[in-house]
């Protein structure tokens, strides 16, 4: 198949870094995966003209809140990192599409010797990715199948200096990989004591039938999410000392401060509105020396 051929193949099928764009409001999607992420974000949503869908009506979606919330911990926690725990080293897997802003601009905030490494499998994303974020000195980025432990490692260690502690952030991934425990721990094996993972990941234990429901419709376009339990995301974190509040759901982890506010202007978001429960966990732990 020559290139033109495959690259239209592949913009006919719906795409999971594409979908995620749609689901947290992002412009990186053809016209397929718009029609998935719509049919999630109208779950649990009254009937309505399509002028006002999705931005006033997605925006109360709880799988969208989930998302959306799980970014913001993410960004918190690189903050706390890098400016209270002396972490310069930072790799995202499964990065996804650039959104602003990005794990090294809010790191490099903090701590101007901060690097950051973005991975992903999808060979368009890493590509628009070398294209918006890498610069060859603070942020790089690697087309790597995150499940390949090795490979990953390879990619981490072309950049990073394995003999100090890293931060890794898997968000928004977990739930994308049927065997993510596994994958969790072959990392935590190859990590240097001290080193932090940055975990958030959905979860049906709260508004199930609109977890499952979306499940399902993104299951149907050949996109598989696994949600997991409390107890089931709480064994992946068993060689990980656990920063209080501990696991908890994202917006529970350390609220506070302007760069929420700061940087949902930035990615367009609405100012989150108070909120009992989303369907997500989110810790950040170090690992046990």
């Avoid at 599409?97 to 490494?117: C, F, G, K, T, W």
Wanted: glycine share 8%; with cysteine.
């Amino acid at each position: 198949m020559s290139g033109t051929n495959q690259s239209t193949s592949l913009a006919a099928r719906p795409n999971p870094a594409r979908v995620h764009s749609v689901l947290v409001g992002g412009k990186d999607a053809h016209q397929v995966d718009i029609e998935v992420g719509r049919a999630v974000l109208e779950i649990g949503a009254p009937t309505v003209g399509s002028s006002a869908f999705p931005d006033e009506i997605g925006d109360l979606n709880q799988f969208r809140n989930a998302v959306r919330e799980s970014r913001m911990f993410v960004l918190r926690a690189i903050k706390h990192l890098t400016e209270y725990e002396g972490v310069t080293q930072v790799v995202e897997l499964g990065c996804g599409y650039p959104s602003m802003p990005n794990i090294h601009d809010v790191a490099l905030e903090q701590n101007l010797a901060a690097r950051a490494l973005y991975i992903d499998s999808d060979p368009v994303v890493a590509a628009h990715g070398r294209a918006v974020l890498a610069d060859g000195q603070k942020s790089f980025v690697a087309e790597v199948d995150v499940v390949d432990t090795d490979a990953v490692i390879d990619a981490v260690a072309a950049v990073m200096d394995m003999s100090a502690p890293i931060a890794v952030c898997l968000s928004g991934l977990g739930e994308t990989l049927a065997d993510a425990p596994a994958v969790i721990a072959r990392l935590t094996d190859r990590m240097q004591p001290g080193s932090w993972l940055v975990l958030s990941h959905l979860t049906a234990d709260v508004f199930d039938w609109e977890v499952d429901w979306a499940v399902e419709i993104l299951g149907s376009a050949g996109i598989h999410y696994y949600p997991r339990s409390y107890e089931e995301i709480a064994a992946m974190l068993g060689s990980y000392r656990l920063l209080a509040p501990g696991l908890v759901a994202p917006h529970r982890w350390r609220p506070g401060g302007d760069l929420d506010q700061r940087s949902r202007q930035r990615l367009g978001w609405p100012v989150r509105w108070p909120v009992r429960e989303v369907c997500g966990y989110a810790a950040v732990g170090q690992l046990h020396s």
